[in-house]
């Protein structure tokens, strides 16, 4: 069974700066895409950034040049650093990560239980 503990959310004044974690596990299981979706009030869920087990990395255009996706495989977690944060970044941060079970070919997908970001102007 797949389980993800999210961390980092909070509050901050415009131009600060949060990190947010997202930690997976699961015996027997690998895990492929890892990504970072938010959700404001009253908007659709959007993908904000998501990275792949080889480092390849995509952003929505909102961010990019401010947050960065990494991950440490060995770990399985996946980061999110968000710089210059903007009153609009202010979401629920939902971390997503695709696995298989070894020797599998088929995949999955997991949410996490999502962390408040608030950014104040």
């Known amino acids: 069974q797949v389980q993800l503990l999210e961390s980092g959310g909070g509050l901050v004044q415009a131009g600060g700066s949060l990190r947010l974690s997202c930690a997976a596990s699961?015996?027997?299981?690998?895990?492929?895409?890892m990504s970072w979706y938010r959700q404001a009030p009253g908007k659709r869920r959007e993908l904000v950034a998501d990275?792949?087990?080889?480092?390849?990395?995509t952003y929505v255009d909102s961010v990019k040049g401010r947050f960065t996706i990494s991950r440490d495989n060995g770990q399985n977690t996946v980061y999110l650093q968000m710089n210059d944060l903007k009153p609009e970044d202010t979401a629920v941060y939902y971390c997503?990560?695709?696995?298989?079970?070894?020797?599998?070919?088929?995949?999955?997908?997991?949410w996490g239980q999502g962390t408040q970001v608030t950014v104040s102007s």
């Open positions: 997503n990560v695709r696995w298989h079970r070894w020797g599998s070919t088929i995949e999955y997908s997991y």
């Open positions: 990275i792949t087990s080889g480092g390849t990395t």
């Open positions: 699961g015996r027997g299981l690998s895990f492929n895409k």
